[in-house]
């Protein structure tokens, strides 16, 4: 089982251009939510998808938007990049069913320059 | 909304100390509680959870007991190691797998 899988590993962009972050789940799991990870911060949830819509969505501007695909993978996009993105992108996959652990890849680390 | 407040570090203690971190929730409902632990340049893993009130979590040496009377989750260890140098992350979660985290506490254990 290769657990959660995010690509890139790390990715530098200059201000104004748009990010595409990719994210395989975990074997089995149908839910993945996107969380942002300032340096020195706790991750800060974005939204996460089940049945490929956005079921619940934390205080992240419309510029962070993403999809969720049949096979249960899913990419988060950011347009118009500010300095303010930089940070660790975190993935983490889990069964639809409510306080179920949640499994979370290495992340993405985003620079903006 | 939900918040969890953990204490500030960085944490540095000898190996083989003892390991409190201070944990406390704002939470409706009945939320459930982790532990998730961040190695440098890793992703977060799960150390322990507990889904109820009263429940203790347990793993590699790390317990937290939760307690509703006094919206705590703490984390202790009885003897750290240089092993456990890493960010630690007290979350909860009210519903639909969101997780809401604390700012992190780093633990630094020296020889």
Redesign the interface.
Known sequence: DAG?TQSPTHLIKTRGQQVTLRCSPKSGHD?V?W?QQAL??????IF?YYEEEE??R?NFPDRFSGHQFPNYSSELNVNALLLGDSALY?C?S?F?L??????????TRLTVV | GNSVTQMEGPVTLSEEAFLTINCTYTATGYPSLFWYVQYPGEGLQLLLKATKADDKGSNKGFEATYRKETTSFHLEKGSVQVSDSAVYFCALTGGGNKLTFGTGTQLKVEL
């Open positions: 959660v839910t939510s969380y020195g911060q706790g991750p800060q949830f996460q079921r619940q934390g975190l983490a889990s639809v409510v306080n179920t652990e949640a499994f979370f890849g290495q992340g």
